[in-house]
C-alpha cells in the first residue's frame, strides 16, 4: 500500500494545477451546498429550536371558567395523548393605556392578559429578554410583541402597573402576564372567566395530530367549556424564518454549483488520467497491479478533494453566518449554525462524487497494458475533428490562427461537450444572478415604497427630533430599537396641513405628495398570530405614487363615500377571500363593507390593508386625519438635499425623514447573490482552465510546431483562445433562455415562501439588450479561463515545446 | 551577400547542468554553402541549430543570421525571423497529423500573412517539384516516412527561406529513402540553397555536405572543408 501512496504522491507533484484546481472545484461545491442544505434545513430550525427549548405549547386553549370547574380544568390535563400540561390561568382581553418613559401621552392598546406566577413550568417556558418576573402585585411583564418597555406604565382600569420585564412566549400565549392575585384584582369579584390551559402532546407534527389531540381535551371537560384553541403549527408557519424566502435561490445555486463541480472534476480527472498515460504505463511497467494503478488515481484526486471538501464546508459556514446571526437574535436561542449533519453529509457526499467519477478513468487506465499506455502517452494521436480542420482551413480569409482555434473543440467531441455543460451553467448562474438582483431590488423598492422616499410629520411640543408622539396603537420593531408608529390622536392640524403642503409645492424637486396615516386593528377573519392587522390610509392624490407593487386588481378609490380596499397576500389568505370579494370591518361598535379590488405585494409575516383616509375614519374614527406627508422626487433630485431643504423652509417643529431606498438587509442578499454567482463563474472558468491546460500539453510538440513555422506569441494567444471561444458562445446562448427560465420559477417559490404573491415587474427584468449582452457571458468566462495557459503557452520557448513527446 | 550565419563565441547552458550544451562556439557560413554538423548523441548539435533559428536563447555570445542579431529578438520577432529566413526539417518530421499535406505545406505562408492564391500557388509548385502533389489531400498517417519527409522539406521552402536547418532528416527513414532526401537537399543546394545539416551519419556528412564541422561536448572539435559530394 506505501507503494501505492508514493505513486500518488509522486503524481501529485507533478500535477500541481490539476491538484489546485480539484481543490478549488471540490471547494466551491461543498461551499455552495453547504449554504443551500444548511438554509434548507434552517427554514424552520430556529423555531423548532426555541419550540423545543422552551417546551412550547403544542396546543392553547381557552376555557370558559362558568362552565368548567378548577378541577375539571385540571383534569383534562389525563386526557389521552397529554405528555405535559400548565395551567389554568386566569386569562382575559383587556384594554390597557401605556406610557413609555421619556415620551408624552399614552398608547392605548388591547392586550391579552394571563396570570401566572413564575416564567417556569412544564409547558410553555418564558425567557426574559429584559428586566425580570413579577415579584408584587403593581408589577407586569410584557411580551416581547406588545408595545411598551421596562419601566413603562400600565394602567389597566383602576390598576396601574409597572413593568418589570419583557419576555418571550415562542408561541405567543398571551401580551401581558401578572401575577394571579394581581389578575384577580383586574377582573374583579366575579373573576376573568376564562382560563388558559397549555399541552403537550406525544402526537403533535401534523394538523391532523392537532384535531385529534384537541378533541381529546374537548372530550375531556365539559361541553361547551372550550372557547378557543391556537396550535403551534399556525405560529409556527407565520413565524416561520426569515431566511425561508431566501433558500429557494441559494438551493438554485446550489445545486448549479454542485453539477458543474460533477462535470469539472469528471473533466479535470479524466484529464489527469489521460495526461498521465505514460507514467501509468511505467507504473505497470515496474510491477503496480492494475487496482494498484487505479487506486493510486484515486487517491491522487481524493487528496486535494479531502482539502477542498473540508476548506468548502468552513466556507459554507462563513457565507451563512450572518442569516443564522439574525436568526438567533429573534428566537433568543443563542449562536444557531449549519447543523452538524449538513457539516458532514455535504463534504462527504461531494469527496463521493469525486472519487465516483475519478473511479471510471482510473480504471480504464489500470486496465491498460503499459506497452499501450507508454506509446499513447508519448504521443496521443488526434481521431476527431479533421473535417472540422479541413473545413476551417478553406476559409483563407480569416487569419489561420483563428481557424487552427475555432478546429479545436472538435477534436475531442466528449471533453468539449462537457466543458460547454459546465461553461452553460456559470453563464445561466450569471443571467439568473442579474434577474434575481433585478427582481429584489425591485421588491424592496415596492414593499418599503421607496417612490416616496421623503417623510413629513410634524413634531408636538416638547419632543426631540427623531421621536413621535404616542396617542394611539403601536407595535415594536423587533430589533429592539423602540418605534411608535405614530396611531389615532397624533395627526396633524389644519394648519400643520397647510404650511406642510405649501411647503411641499414650493419645493424644487417636489413630483408628488400624499398623505398618510396608520392605524392596527384587529380584524374579523384573521388568525391570532399576526397580531391584528396594520392599515395604511395614504390620501390627497394617487396611492399608486408610492410605488407599491400590485400583484393585481387596481388601487383603492379616494372617494369619500366609496369602500374599497387593498390587502396583501396574507390578508387574502388568512381570511380566505380574494380580490373583487366583500368584507367587513368591524371594530368595536364600527362595521364598514368594503369591496376588496386589489392586492399588495407586501410579503412577510405581518397582515396589510391599504384604505382611504375616509374608509380608515369610517371603521376607526380617532384614526381618521392625516399623520404625515410622503413626497415623491423628480429624477436625480437628491433625498437627504431635498429634505435639507424643505426642513429649513418648514423650521424646527416639524420632522423629516429619508428612506435610504436600499435596506441593510437587500444589500446583504445582494452581497450574497452576487458573491454565490461569481463563485459558480469561477468554478466553470476552472473548467475552461483545465480543459485549455490539457489541451495545450497534449499538443505542447504541435504549439512548438507551429512556433518553429513562425506562429508569435500573439497568434498562439489568438489561437488557444479561439479554441474556446465557440465553446463560451454556444454555452452562453442556451444559457440565457436556461437562466431566464431558473428565474421565472425561483422568484415565485420565493414570494410564496415570503407568503405572497408577486407582481409582474419582479418576473419581467431582462431587457433585449442586456440578454444579448448575457449571451456573452459564456464567452467571457471561456476566454478568460483560458488566458492563463494560452499566455503560458505563447511566452514558452519554442525549443522547450518541441521537446515534448 | 555577406555571411548567412555567423556565430560568434556561443554558449547555451541550461539550468541545473553542470556543462554547457554549447560552449563558445565561433561560425560562420556562407552563402549557397552546404555545411553538416556531426558529433555524437548530446553533443550539442541539435541545440546549435535551435540557437540559429531563434528557438532557443544563448547564455552568451552572439549569434546572427543575415543582418538579423537573432540571440537578441523576442519570441514574436524570433518568429517572424523564422518565417522569412529559415525553413526547418526535423528527424521525425513534425507534421500536424490533423491537417492534410496541401494544408501543411500552406501553413508557414498563412501565418506569415501570404495572399491565398500566392500561397497555394507556391505549395503546388513545390509539391509538384518533390514529387508529392498527388498526395495533396492525404493525411500524413497515410504517408510513408520518405513522403512525410518530401511534405517537411516542402514545407520548409514555403516562403523561400535563405537558410534551411535539416535535423537529422535521415534519420526517422530507412537507408533507400535517406539517400532520396539526401539527394533533394543536393539539388536544393545547387540551385543556390544554404543548407545546415545535422547529422551523426559521416557517410551523409560526405556525400552531401562540402564542409564538416565536429561537434564535441558542445565545442567545435573540427571544421573541415571536403569539397568531395556525389
Given at each position: 500500500m506505501s507503494a501505492v501512496f508514493r505513486a500518488a504522491r509522486g503524481g501529485l507533484g507533478g500535477r500541481k494545477l490539476q491538484a489546485v484546481i480539484i481543490g478549488l472545484v471540490v471547494l466551491a461545491a461543498t461551499a455552495a451546498s453547504t449554504l443551500a442544505l444548511g438554509m434548507l434545513a434552517d427554514a424552520h430550525s430556529p423555531f423548532d429550536h426555541a419550540f423545543a427549548s422552551q417546551h412550547g405549547a403544542d396546543v392553547a386553549v381557552t376555557a370558559d371558567t362558568t362552565k368548567a370547574s378548577a378541577a375539571q380544568l385540571s383534569g383534562a390535563a389525563r386526557a389521552h395523548g397529554v405528555t405535559a400540561a400548565a395551567g389554568p390561568f386566569a386569562t382575559e382581553s383587556v384594554t390597557a393605556q401605556l406610557t413609555i418613559p421619556g415620551l408624552n401621552g399614552t398608547i392605548t392598546t388591547p392586550l391579552n392578559l394571563v396570570g401566572r406566577s413564575s416564567p417556569g413550568g412544564p409547558v410553555d417556558q418564558l425567557t426574559l429578554q429584559s428586566g425580570h418576573w413579577a415579584t408584587s402585585d403593581s408589577q407586569i411583564v410584557l411580551s416581547s410583541t406588545?408595545?411598551?418597555?421596562?419601566?413603562?406604565?400600565?394602567?389597566?382600569?383602576?390598576q396601574v402597573l409597572t413593568v418589570a420585564g419583557v419576555a418571550n412566549s415562542v408561541t405567543n400565549t398571551a401580551d401581558a402576564w401578572v401575577l394571579p392575585a394581581e389578575m384577580s384584582a383586574i377582573a374583579g369579584p366575579g373573576g376573568t372567566g376564562q382560563a388558559q390551559l397549555l399541552y403537550r402532546f406525544s402526537a403533535s407534527a401534523t394538523s391532523t395530530d392537532i384535531a385529534g389531540d384537541v378533541g381529546a381535551v374537548t372530550a375531556a371537560l365539559p361541553a361547551g367549556a372550550v372557547l378557543g384553541t391556537v396550535s403551534y403549527l399556525d405560529v409556527r408557519q407565520s413565524e416561520q424564518s426569515s431566511v425561508a424566502p431566501w433558500v429557494p435561490f441559494i438551493i438554485a445555486f446550489g445545486v448549479i454549483a454542485l453539477v458543474i463541480s460533477v462535470l469539472i472534476v469528471v473533466n479535470v480527472v479524466g484529464g489527469a488520467v489521460v495526461a498521465g498515460t505514460t507514467r501509468i504505463g511505467v507504473l505497470k511497467s515496474i510491477g503496480f497491479t492494475p487496482a494498484q494503478v487505479a487506486a493510486a488515481y484515486v487517491l491522487l484526486v481524493a487528496v486535494p478533494a479531502v482539502t477542498g471538501a473540508v476548506a468548502g464546508a468552513v466556507c459554507g459556514n462563513l457565507l451563512a453566518a450572518p442569516l443564522y446571526r439574525e436568526n438567533a437574535q429573534v428566537y433568543q436561542v443563542g449562536v444557531l449554525g449549519v447543523p452538524f449533519w449538513v457539516d458532514l453529509a455535504v463534504p462527504l457526499a461531494v469527496l463521493a462524487l469525486t472519487v465516483v467519477a475519478a473511479v471510471g478513468p482510473a480504471s480504464r487506465a489500470g486496465a491498460m497494458s503499459a506497452v499501450q499506455a507508454?506509446?499513447?502517452?508519448?504521443?496521443?494521436?488526434?481521431?476527431?475533428?479533421?473535417?472540422?480542420?479541413?473545413?476551417?482551413?478553406?476559409?483563407t480569409s480569416v487569419p489561420r490562427a483563428v481557424t487552427l482555434g475555432f478546429a479545436s473543440p472538435a477534436a475531442r467531441p466528449g471533453r468539449t461537450l462537457v466543458t460547454v455543460t459546465a461553461v452553460l451553467f456559470g453563464a445561466a448562474a450569471v443571467t439568473f444572478g442579474v434577474g434575481l438582483a433585478t427582481s429584489l431590488n425591485r421588491a424592496y423598492g415596492e414593499i418599503q415604497a421607496a417612490a416616496m422616499p421623503v417623510q413629513v410629520s410634524a413634531l408636538p411640543p416638547g419632543l426631540a427630533g427623531g421621536q413621535q408622539a404616542p396617542g394611539g396603537q403601536g407595535k415594536h420593531i423587533k430589533n429592539g430599537k423602540l418605534k411608535v408608529i405614530v396611531g389615532p390622536g397624533?395627526?396633524?392640524?389644519?394648519?400643520?396641513r397647510r404650511a406642510i403642503t405649501t411647503a411641499i409645492s414650493a419645493q424644487p424637486g417636489t413630483l408628488h405628495s400624499v398623505t398618510e396615516a396608520t392605524d392596527h386593528l384587529s380584524l374579523p377573519g384573521l388568525s391570532g398570530g399576526h397580531g391584528g392587522a396594520q392599515l395604511t390610509a395614504y390620501g390627497g392624490g394617487d396611492p399608486s405614487w408610492t410605488g407599491l407593487g400590485l400583484i393585481s386588481g387596481?388601487?383603492?378609490?379616494?372617494?369619500?363615500?366609496?369602500?374599497?380596499?387593498?390587502v396583501n397576500t396574507l390578508?387574502?389568505?388568512?381570511?380566505?377571500t380574494k380580490v373583487g370579494d366583500t368584507y367587513t370591518l368591524a371594530n368595536g361598535g364600527h362595521k364598514v363593507t368594503v369591496k376588496i379590488v386589489g392586492e399588495v405585494f407586501q410579503p412577510g409575516n405581518d397582515v396589510n390593508v391599504f384604505l382611504s383616509p375616509s374608509t380608515l375614519s369610517a371603521i376607526d374614527p380617532p384614526a381618521g386625519g392625516v399623520a404625515r406627508y410622503d413626497v415623491s422626487l423628480k429624477p436625480g433630485v437628491s433625498p437627504d438635499a431635498y429634505a435639507a431643504g424643505l426642513g429649513a423652509a418648514l423650521g424646527d417643529n416639524y420632522d423629516l425623514s429619508t428612506q435610504s431606498g436600499g435596506a441593510k438587509e437587500l444589500l446583504a442578499v445582494v452581497a450574497l447573490v452576487t458573491m454565490l454567482t461569481l463563485l459558480i463563474v469561477a468554478v466553470a472558468g476552472l473548467g475552461v482552465l483545465n480543459t485549455v491546460a490539457l489541451q495545450i500539453r497534449e499538443r505542447a510538440h504541435d504549439i512548438g510546431v507551429f512556433k518553429a513555422l513562425g506562429m508569435t506569441p500573439r497568434q498562439t494567444l489568438t489561437m488557444i483562445a479561439c479554441s474556446v471561444a465557440i465553446t463560451g458562445l454556444v454555452a452562453g446562448i442556451i444559457a440565457v433562455p436556461a437562466g431566464v427560465l431558473l428565474h421565472h420559477n425561483v422568484i415565485p417559490a420565493m414570494t410564496h415562501a415570503a407568503n405572497s404573491g408577486y407582481p409582474s415587474a419582479l418576473i419581467s427584468v431582462y431587457s433585449v439588450p442586456e440578454m444579448i449582452g448575457l449571451a456573452l457571458a459564456g464567452l467571457l468566462i471561456a476566454v478568460a479561463g483560458a488566458l492563463a495557459p494560452a499566455s503560458w503557452a505563447a511566452r514558452s520557448r519554442t525549443a522547450a515545446a518541441l521537446r515534448t513527446e | 551577400m555577406d555571411t548567412v550565419v555567423h556565430l560568434e563565441n556561443v554558449t547555451k547552458r541550461y539550468d541545473g547542468a553542470a556543462a554547457p550544451a554549447v560552449a563558445d562556439v565561433s561560425l560562420r557560413v556562407e552563402p549557397g554553402e552546404a555545411v553538416a554538423i556531426m558529433g555524437p548523441s548530446g553533443s550539442g548539435k541539435s541545440t546549435l541549430l535551435n540557437l540559429i533559428a531563434g528557438m532557443d536563447r544563448p547564455t552568451s555570445g552572439a549569434v546572427r543570421v543575415g543582418d538579423e542579431r537573432v540571440d537578441m529578438l523576442s519570441e514574436a520577432g524570433a518568429a517572424r525571423f523564422r518565417r522569412r529566413q529559415v525553413g526547418m526539417i526535423f528527424q521525425f518530421f513534425n507534421l500536424l497529423d490533423d491537417m492534410t499535406v496541401i494544408d501543411n505545406v500552406l501553413l508557414p505562408a498563412q501565418l506569415a500573412g501570404v495572399r491565398a492564391r500566392e500561397a497555394r500557388q507556391r505549395a503546388e509548385e513545390l509539391l509538384t517539384a518533390l514529387r508529392i502533389a498527388h498526395r495533396r489531400d492525404a493525411y500524413p498517417a497515410r504517408l510513408s516516412g520518405g513522403e512525410r519527409q518530401r511534405v517537411a522539406i516542402a514545407r520548409a521552402l514555403a516562403n523561400r527561406p535563405a537558410l534551411l536547418l535539416a535535423d537529422e532528416p535521415t534519420g526517422a527513414v530507412d537507408s533507400a529513402t535517406g539517400d532520396e532526401i539526401g539527394r533533394l537537399?543536393?539539388?536544393?543546394?545547387?540551385?543556390?540553397?544554404?543548407?545546415?545539416?545535422?547529422?551523426?551519419?559521416?557517410?551523409?556528412?560526405?556525400?552531401?555536405?562540402?564542409?564538416v564541422v565536429h561537434i564535441a561536448d558542445g565545442r567545435v572539435a573540427s571544421d573541415t572543408v571536403t569539397g568531395a559530394r556525389s
Open positions: 406588545a408595545p411598551g418597555q421596562v419601566g413603562s406604565t400600565v394602567t389597566i382600569g383602576k507508454i506509446a499513447t502517452g508519448r504521443a496521443p494521436k488526434p481521431r476527431h475533428g479533421f473535417l472540422a480542420q479541413r473545413a476551417l482551413a478553406r476559409l397624533a395627526r396633524l392640524t389644519a394648519a400643520q387596481t388601487w383603492y378609490s379616494q372617494s369619500p363615500g366609496v369602500r374599497e380596499i387593498d390578508f387574502l389568505t388568512d381570511t380566505n | 537537399l543536393l539539388e536544393l543546394n545547387a540551385a543556390g540553397q544554404t543548407l545546415i545539416v545535422v547529422t551523426h551519419s559521416p557517410e551523409l556528412a560526405r556525400r552531401y555536405a562540402r564542409r
